[in-house]
């Protein structure tokens, strides 16, 4: 299968190429630079250009797109414009110029998050749960930020659904559509995980806030592993939530990240005792560490079990065991 990739130097996208090509397949990278050879081809989002007679020439199979601005940073200035205008100009310009290919491709797996969700406490979510910005929005009071605990993620939520939005061109064309809502991937070679070892492998690491609030996670690994079954199983199709099946609450992350991560040999659950106040996560980090630290976003993958798609890592024991050791 010849398979083009968008975000193909992240830590998703990296990975994943790696295993396309060690599996058989070829894949042609969506760079913003020019292209260096005949297995790149050049878009630019700011200026909604793609080289849409290069990627008819290479008459590509499927599409994976994974680009988009970075969420974790302050999100001031131009910081949220650009997380939006990644997303969802990004995701519509590509929808719109595969659609107008004389040679267009059979299945566009398009990246979104659970962000989608929102901030929802522990009620169980599905493919079919209502986005986050759609929920209670009309009787919901603002408090101050501080007090706010929805305060952020319905700007998430709000990005997910347009992003979402945006490939329904693709849709309307035929194309079969995959809308990947993805968790926090789990690897040992950046993301969330390699920003949290060195406080944990040091034994300076706790609870955010409560540490009540649910975590969605996934293996890389596995996410690598679900977009291969997606671009070959042709009954997936509409939201799957890329998710492992055994959410846990941070607390609970915290305390299993220690015992794997200290230092010191069977003494990390003695370790994870310093929290981050919620009130200091809000001032320390806005918006941003509300929508992404303290959110709780309890989300199950009922598509891909009902699929029958077979996870390497469901519990986080075990991929912590493979990641860290």
């Known amino acids: ?10 830590l998703v996208g990296t990975q994943l190429c790696d295993f396309l090509t060690q599996t058989g397949h070829e894949v042609i990278r969506l760079v913003r630079r020019k292209p260096r050879n005949e297995s790149e081809v050049r878009w630019s989002v700011s200026r909604g250009i793609i080289d849409k007679d290069a990627l008819d020439a290479l008459k590509i199979d499927a599409v994976v797109h994974l680009a ?11 910081k949220k414009e650009r997380i939006r205008n990644s997303r969802v100009e990004g995701t519509a310009l590509l929808a719109r110029t595969l659609t107008e290919l004389q040679n267009p491709p059979h299945t566009f797996i398009s990246a979104s998050a659970i962000g989608y969700y929102g901030n929802r406490g522990d009620e169980v979510l599905t493919e079919t749960s209502a986005p986050g910005c759609q929920v209670d929005r009309q009787s919901r009071k603002r408090p101050f930020f501080l007090l706010d605990p929805h305060w952020g993620a319905d700007f998430l939520s709000e990005i997910c659904l347009e992003w979402e939005r945006a490939t329904e061109p693709a849709l309307n064309a035929g194309i079969r559509v995959v809308n990947l809502r993805i ?31 649910y975590m969605s996670w996934i293996d890389i690994d596995d996410l690598v ?19 492992a099946p055994n959410p846990i609450t941070n607390k609970e992350f915290t305390r299993k990240l220690s015992r794997r991560a200290f230092l010191i040999p069977g003494m990390g659950s003695l370790a994870n005792f310093i929290p981050a106040p919620a009130p200091g996560i809000k001032l320390l980090f806005g918006e941003m560490g509300n929508a992404l630290l303290l959110s709780s976003t309890r989300v199950e993958p009922v598509r891909l079990i009902e699929s029958g798609y077979r996870f390497v890592y469901p519990e986080l024991d075990k991929s912590l065991k493979h990641l860290l050791e």
């Open 68 to 78: 988009g601005e970075n969420i974790v940073g302050p999100w001031v200035g131009t």
């Open 225 to 243: 592993g679900i977009i291969r079954y997606a671009l070959e199983n042709q009954d997936l199709a509409g939201p799957v939530n890329a998710v």
């Open 183 to 213: 968790g926090v991937v789990l690897s040992h070679k950046g993301g969330a995980l390699a920003k949290m070892l060195p406080a944990f492998r040091l034994g300076v690491a706790g609870p955010l806030g409560s540490g009540n609030q």
């Open 1 to 10: 299968m010849k398979v083009l990739v968008t975000g193909s130097t992240g």
